[in-house]
């Protein structure tokens, strides 16, 4: 750590911490707007419109809100996966969705990736994720599409395993977190790292050829040398792709973090640290930071994304998914179209009825404006490539918010060209934010860092 005893400032692994700039909460822009100016309305009428609207290739997103055990840290839709018919009931009323969506698509529309999430998808039975892949398939016109899945490696099983490769699985994500027993415990979340090895040689040996790990910073009794630890097993067990996120503590939106001890939490300096470190750490093990928050080996996808300009953000994240659309499939799935965005019904059971019904489910989301979509783009470019054009009215009516990070070296204006330069990283959300004509309210995000 060096120290600037003139400016009074810090810098961690080339990142220098200017704490002013990171005090307002942002979102993480998944999508432009965010889910938080979404409107509790119904969305069918505008759901199947954009879906018939659709035209070549698609990609789908198919949510499992179950775990076999509930992390505290967590703000995912899920509950526990403790009885059989509820579970059964869900999955019944998936596979109707799907059948709906698809009669309402074109002839030429093809779907060109899948992607199981959740919760942890293998909650479900192998048997019944087979099953709900087979009703894909009978359904849409696959072309070939480029399967992926979140799984929970604490049971994740032989005959799971044996599903992801009879079905052709090539992409994996791993809730790992951490790797440090007390650091586990004190979130809910206990599994020894032997868990952790086997699933990723099962997953290996089951032909998939990319696996994230999922990884936290800001976590209770978890410092920097804890952090290392975890940072350096996961590069040493062979993770392609790495998301090091930072913790978010909001229990007044998610009450099951009221069980986490605040008290031993990181404060944001510790936090900056952390992610500047972490950041370094992976970056010299090799891997390509891919926007403010992933990492991936370079023969990744996401890292060629990178070099390639073709890197994106939808609401898995980052992606190197070039498709135009996404469908949200399940209960509190989002649909990203290009002219609107439609979350799916969240309760469960209210979803079950809907569908029982023949109705689809969209009961929330945002029609999107032309003023949202060229916002949306900057936001998008910013994040995405640390640079984006901005037309003149915009950036004269940003500049006094983007002046103070440009005043710090974290970016550079050159004409209407927004450039973000090394060590803009940590700051990449809130110098985004600056063109998001939204965030005048009191909505709540998660730290910037």
């Known amino acids: 750590m060096a120290a600037d005893v003139m400016t009074r400032t810090e810098t961690f692994a080339d990142w220098t911490y200017y704490p002013e700039l990171l005090e307002r909460p942002v979102p993480r822009y998944t ?11 119904s969305f069918e009428a505008r759901q199947i419109a954009a879906l018939q609207a659709l035209r070549g290739p698609v990609s789908l997103y198919l949510h499992i809100p179950y775990c076999h055990e509930i992390c505290w840290y967590c703000g995912c839709n899920t509950g526990a996966a403790n009885k059989t018919q509820r579970l059964a009931a869900y999955l019944e009323a998936l596979h109707h969705e799907i059948e709906l969506v698809a009669r309402n698509l074109h002839s030429s529309v093809r779907i060109s990736r899948i992607a199981f999430g959740g919760g942890s998808p293998n909650a479900i039975k192998p048997t019944d994720f087979v099953r709900l892949v087979d009703r894909l398939t009978v359904n849409f016109r696959l072309a070939r599409p480029v399967l992926s899945i979140e799984l929970d490696p604490r049971s994740l099983d032989k005959d799971w395993m044996r599903a992801i490769r009879g079905i052709g699985v090539i992409k994996a994500s791993l809730g790992v977190q951490t790797l440090e027993p007390r650091v586990q415990a004190a979130i809910g979340r ?8 086997r699933a990723v040689e099962g ?30 097993q996961s590069v040493a067990m062979g993770a392609d792709r790495i998301a090091l996120f930072g913790y978010a503590h909001v229990p007044h939106m998610i009450p099951r973090q009221q069980r986490i001890d605040a008290s031993q939490l990181p404060d944001q300096r510790a936090r900056f640290r952390m992610a500047a470190q972490g950041h370094a750490r992976l970056v010299g093990a090799g891997y390509k ?20 300009g073709t890197l994106r953000r939808n609401f898995q994240g980052f992606t190197d998914d070039q498709a135009s659309a996404l469908i949200g499939l399940g209960a509190s799935s989002i649909s990203e179209f290009p002219e609107v965005y439609v979350q799916n019904e969240k ?28 916002r949306g783009a900057i936001i998008s470019d910013l994040l995405c490539r640390n640079r984006a054009v901005i037309d003149g009215q915009l950036l004269a009516a940003s500049r006094d918010r983007v002046d103070p990070f440009i005043a710090r070296g974290l970016a550079r204006l050159e004409g209407n060209k927004l450039q973000l330069l090394a060590g803009a990283e940590p700051y990449a959300r809130s110098i985004a934010s600056v063109f998001d004509a939204y965030r005048g309210g009191q909505k709540q995000f998660s730290s910037a860092v």
């Open 289 to 308: 930071a891919v926007g403010f928050d992933h990492f991936a080996l370079p023969d990744d996808d996401l890292a060629l994304a990178v070099a390639g």
């Open 31 to 41: 999508s432009y707007p965010t889910a938080a100016e979404f409107v509790e309305e």
């Open 347 to 374: 309760n469960a059971g209210r979803y079950r009825m809907l569908l029982g019904a023949d109705q689809l489910t969209g009961r929330k989301g945002v029609a999107r404006t032309a003023d949202d979509r060229r």
């Open 190 to 197: 206990v599994q020894p790292q032997e868990h952790i090895e």
């Open 203 to 232: 997953l290996r040996n089951a032909g998939v050829d990319s696996i994230n790990f999922d990884l936290m910073y800001g976590l209770p009794f978890q410092d920097d040398a804890v952090l290392a630890d975890t940072l350096d």
